[in-house]
């Protein structure tokens, strides 16, 4: 029931993209992105829901596939403050009472 | 940023001994959740409440409790602490159900049972 997140680990110099993957074996009703710097809290990014449109963030955007029940996070010209750990959180379609499910993770490194 | 704030911040205790962590809010949200996070294994619901004296389980429940008595507290507690509970410990809060609403993480508890 917990989403997959691949890659485990990405490293990136600065300007160079990125891409997330979150994918659940469950219909999903909405996928959310947080971020994790070292020794703090997951900070919230967005979220997409079933039938929603792509979400952006700054350089940062997000597609939802419902149909292949995954989404992917796009890190566009990465700068070193992109440097965290990536979670994805599911809501599956039914039976969840809402509460988030969340991947294991992705850690990206940004490099000068 | 949120006004959530957790307490202790750090706390060391022995196995057998009962702990309680506690979760502060000023945002006057109505969900409050329990996560806890290891290596390897993401952040995992403990408990969740949807109101105060509404609470309910997450999906590692075992070996935990929880209270609200009040809108901007909630209490997660350890019966009696193990060795595998140590691990850190976030309270998040979300003004509606997660489904479509962001939770708000406080900063963490960093639980050692020896």
């Known amino acids: 029931q917990q989403p997959v997140q691949s890659p485990q680990a990405v490293i990136l110099r600065e300007g160079e993209d990125a891409v997330i993957n979150c994918s659940s074996s469950k219909a999903l009703y909405s996928v959310h992105w947080y971020r994790q710097k070292h020794g703090e809290a997951p900070v919230f990014l967005m979220i997409l829901l079933k039938g929603g449109e792509q979400k952006g963030h700054e350089k940062i955007s997000a597609s939802f596939n419902e149909k292949k029940q995954q989404s992917s996070l796009y890190l566009t010209a990465s700068q070193l403050s992109y440097s965290g750990t990536y979670f994805c959180g599911t809501v599956p379609d039914i039976g969840s009472q809402g509460n988030l499910i969340f991947g294991k993770g992705t850690k990206l490194s940004v490099k000068p | 940023d949120a006004g959530i704030t957790q307490s202790p911040r750090h706390k060391v205790t022995e196995t057998g001994t009962p702990v309680t962590l506690r979760c502060h809010q000023t945002e006057n949200h109505r969900y409050m959740y329990w996560y806890r996070q290891d290596p390897g294994h993401g952040l995992r619901l403990i408990h969740y409440?949807?109101?105060?004296?509404?609470?309910d389980k997450g999906e590692v429940s075992d070996g935990y409790s929880v209270s609200r008595s009040k809108t901007e507290d909630f209490l997660l507690t350890l019966e009696s602490a193990t060795s595998s509970q140590t691990s850190v410990y976030f309270c998040a809060i979300s003004r509606l159900a997660g489904v479509t609403n962001e939770q708000f993480f406080g900063p963490g508890t960093r639980l050692t049972v020896l």
């Open positions: 409440s949807y109101g105060v004296k509404d609470t």
